[in-house]
């Protein structure tokens, strides 16, 4: 019999929002208000659109816009977190398709360097639909790969903290690599690259 499930600290943006429904585990299914949620993910958010668009002008107008769409359709969204970064992604994806020939005013051109733009637009995609991946796994899975892969932890460490058996611990991770390898490749992004 495996161990008990564990519940592992929330990280900053994780906050409340503990699970995949939104809400802490051992609570009642109350969602966050949107305040609540602005408050944990508004950061990481600008963060993840950051690293889509590169201009934190834009990165802040796409998250804002995000909320405001959220307000709109909040009845409707089982999973508000998830939601939130899959209408960042698709924003800024969109922003970078509509904006591709745009010159910031400082004079640096964003496509000087190694990287054409369709290389960088992969990229930068390929790196947004993991973020999304991750934001829709469940948060002990997110702490899996967090030990893992984060914070450099060894299966032990990791067994401890959880209190999982090091096998298991080692299972979980295969599969959870695994499901999100055919979960990009899915989304048509494949390689060694991005």
Not at 9 to 26: F, I, Q, W
Not at 124 to 146: I, N
Not at 166 to 187: E, F, I, P
């Amino acid at each position: 019999m495996d161990s008990p499930a564990f519940q592992p600290a929330p990280t900053p943006a994780e906050g409340v929002l503990s699970d995949s429904r939104g809400t802490a585990p051992g609570r009642a299914a109350t969602r966050p208000s949107i305040a609540e949620l602005f408050a944990v993910e508004e950061s990481p958010l600008l963060s993840f659109a950051l690293g889509l668009v590169g201009r934190r002008s834009v990165a802040e107008e796409l998250v804002q816009d995000a909320f405001l769409r959220l307000h709109q359709s909040w009845r409707e969204v089982e999973n508000p977190r998830a939601w939130l970064y899959r209408s960042v992604r698709n924003l800024a994806l969109n922003h970078v398709r509509d904006h591709r020939r745009e010159q910031p005013l400082d004079g640096v051109d964003p496509t000087d360097g190694d990287e054409l733009p369709a290389e960088d637009m992969a990229r930068r995609e390929a790196v947004g639909t993991v973020q999304l991946l991750m934001a829709e796994l469940a948060p002990e899975d997110r702490a899996l790969l967090r030990f893992k892969y984060h914070e450099g932890s060894s299966y032990q460490q990791i067994s401890q903290r959880t209190g999982l058996s090091v096998g298991h611990v080692g299972y979980k991770l295969h599969h959870l690599l695994k499901g999100l390898a055919d979960a990009l490749r899915h989304a048509g992004i494949e390689g060694s690259q991005g």
